[in-house]
């Protein structure tokens, strides 16, 4: 039975994944290096609730116990107490295999130990611990209380159980789980870093603005945002993290990522979180 969970980052992901277990009942201890992380992740899960509230789709006393069962730490000793722990913090392998080589002193030893990563191999994280059977991917989409999908990811030695356990929990909170195995960028992303890097191309070669590229997907292949406003979303730092995983697990320079995707990263032009990417963004 998973009773209580911790959260690895307080970032875009890991506050939203936060919010969805708190708010599904389960107590939540959201855990970050960064004091003014925490306070910012737990601010943005207020305003989430918020515009539930206004929305309808809860009430204020839902708002309120939903907080409540959100604790904050800088210490990963508060994973001590978790049997289900889900990393999202950067997306980066030497820091992933750090957080995994603590938890799996930290975790109690029946833990489950998930990672939000949107590419990194799974079998090579669990291969960190000693517990790599408890080790699997949970990849959750963004942004995490409004999107249904959660990728279920089997590393190599991701045991029946385990996945029973995670598909099921991912049930209770509200979201649609979809099992994969463990390949550069899974399913989601293999399909969309493609799309999203042939469409930067696009601009780099003056084949048409950024609103137009997007409103060609939106309009023309019904998507409901197009991929450059999409990339601005997910971070272009982290798109050109992913495509370099793709790039170098399956060997295809297909996945190369385009050299303006990296020119607006070398400016610090990441999207949405910096104000400013293929579009601009008031602060």
């Given at each position: 039975?998973?009773?209580?969970?911790?959260?690895?980052?307080?970032?875009?992901m890991?506050?939203?994944?936060?919010?969805?277990?708190?708010?599904?009942?389960?107590?939540?201890?959201?855990?970050?290096?960064s004091?003014?992380?925490?306070?910012?992740?737990?601010?943005?899960?207020?305003?989430?609730?918020?515009?539930?509230?206004k929305?309808?789709?809860?009430?204020?006393?839902?708002?309120?116990?939903?907080?409540?069962?959100?604790?904050?730490?800088?210490?990963?000793?508060?994973?001590?107490?978790?049997?289900l722990?889900?990393?999202?913090?950067?997306?980066?392998v030497d820091?992933?295999?750090?957080?995994?080589?603590?938890?799996?002193?930290?975790?109690?030893?029946?833990?489950?130990?998930?990672?939000?990563?949107?590419?990194?191999?799974?079998?090579?994280?669990?291969?960190?611990?000693?517990?790599?059977?408890?080790?699997?991917?949970?990849?959750?989409m963004?942004?995490?209380?409004?999107?249904?999908?959660?990728?279920?990811?089997?590393?190599?030695?991701?045991?029946?159980?385990?996945?029973?356990?995670?598909?099921?929990?991912?049930?209770?909170?509200?979201?649609?789980p979809?099992?994969?195995?463990?390949?550069?960028?899974?399913?989601?992303?293999?399909?969309?870093?493609?799309?999203?890097?042939?469409?930067?191309?696009?601009?780099?070669?003056g084949?048409?603005?950024?609103?137009?590229?997007?409103?060609?997907?939106?309009?023309?292949?019904?998507?409901?945002?197009?991929?450059?406003?999409?990339?601005?979303?997910?971070?272009?730092?982290?798109?050109?993290?992913?495509?370099?995983?793709?790039?170098?697990?399956?060997?295809?320079?297909?996945?190369?990522?385009?050299?303006?995707?990296?020119?607006?990263?070398?400016?610090?032009?990441?999207?949405?979180?910096?104000?400013?990417?293929?579009?601009?963004?008031?602060?």
């Amino acid at each position: 039975m998973i009773d209580r969970v911790a959260v690895i980052g307080a970032g875009q992901m890991g506050n939203g994944i936060a919010h969805v277990f708190a708010q599904a009942g389960v107590p939540v201890a959201m855990i970050d290096v960064s004091a003014d992380a925490l306070e910012r992740g737990r601010s943005t899960i207020e305003k989430n609730l918020d515009r539930q509230v206004k929305k309808g789709t809860i009430d204020a006393a839902a708002k309120a116990a939903t907080l409540q069962r959100v604790e904050t730490s800088t210490d990963m000793g508060a994973a001590s107490r978790a049997t289900l722990v889900v990393e999202a913090a950067t997306e980066r392998v030497d820091l992933k295999y750090r957080i995994f080589e603590e938890l799996d002193r930290v975790a109690p030893p029946g833990a489950v130990l998930a990672t939000n990563t949107s590419s990194i191999s799974i079998t090579e994280i669990a291969a960190r611990t000693k517990r790599p059977g408890q080790v699997i991917g949970m990849h959750f989409m963004n942004p995490v209380p409004v999107m249904q999908l959660v990728e279920v990811i089997r590393g190599l030695a991701t045991t029946d159980e385990t996945t029973a356990r995670v598909m099921e929990l991912a049930k209770q909170v509200g979201k649609t789980p979809v099992e994969v195995n463990d390949y550069p960028g899974f399913v989601a992303n293999r399909i969309l870093m493609p799309m999203i890097n042939e469409a930067v191309y696009c601009v780099m070669e003056g084949v048409g603005e950024p609103e137009a590229i997007d409103t060609v997907m939106k309009l023309g292949m019904n998507h409901p945002m197009g991929p450059l406003a999409l990339a601005d979303l997910i971070g272009l730092d982290t798109c050109v993290a992913i495509l370099e995983v793709l790039q170098a697990g399956l060997g295809d320079p297909k996945y190369r990522p385009c050299p303006l995707l990296r020119k607006y990263v070398a400016a610090g032009w990441l999207g949405r979180k910096s104000g400013r990417g293929f579009y601009h963004y008031a602060s």
